[in-house]
C-alpha cells in the first residue's frame, strides 16, 4: 500500500513538472505573438507599382503622365458616351479641347471611386497582418 501511494505521489510530481513545462512553452509563444507589431491601417506603406506600370527610373515622370493623362482620355470617352449619345457628329460639337473641363470631369469621378475603394479596404482591414 505504501508503494502504490509513493506511485501516485510520483505521478503527480511528473504531471506537475509537465504541466509547468507546458506553461513556460505557451508563455513563451505568447511573447512572441505579442512582440509582432501591430501596424494600423494608416500607417501602411502604400506603393503604386501593385496595381500600375511604373520603370524604377522613370517613376516620377510616369505618375505625372498617369495623373494628367487617364482623366484626361477617360473624360473624352465619357464625354462622346454620355454627353455626345456615341454620335460622332455630336462629339465634333463639344469643345474638346477645354482641356481642365474635360480632366476635371473624370478626375472627380475618380477621386469618388477611390475614395470608397480606400473605405472598403479600411473595412476588410485586419491588424493582425493577415491579407485583406
Known amino acids: ?74 473624360g473624352a470617352i465619357f464625354l462622346f458616351l454620355v454627353i455626345a449619345r456615341g454620335s460622332y457628329e455630336n462629339f465634333k460639337l463639344l469643345d474638346i479641347n477645354a482641356f481642365p473641363i474635360v480632366w476635371l470631369i473624370v478626375y472627380e469621378i475618380v477621386a469618388v471611386v477611390m475614395l470608397i475603394w480606400i473605405l472598403v479596404l479600411y473595412l476588410k482591414y485586419d491588424e493582425d497582418g493577415d491579407e485583406y
Request: charged fraction near 35%.
Open 1 to 74: 500500500m505504501n508503494e502504490s501511494m509513493e506511485e501516485d505521489l510520483r505521478k503527480k510530481r511528473d504531471m506537475l513538472y509537465y504541466n509547468q513545462l507546458v506553461k513556460a512553452e505557451r508563455k513563451k509563444s505568447n511573447k512572441k505573438k505579442q512582440k509582432k507589431q501591430k501596424v494600423s491601417f494608416g500607417a501602411q506603406k502604400v506603393d503604386f507599382r501593385d496595381f500600375i506600370y511604373v520603370p524604377e527610373e522613370w517613376a516620377g515622370l510616369a505618375y505625372a503622365i498617369y495623373t494628367v493623362l487617364i482623366p484626361y482620355v477617360a
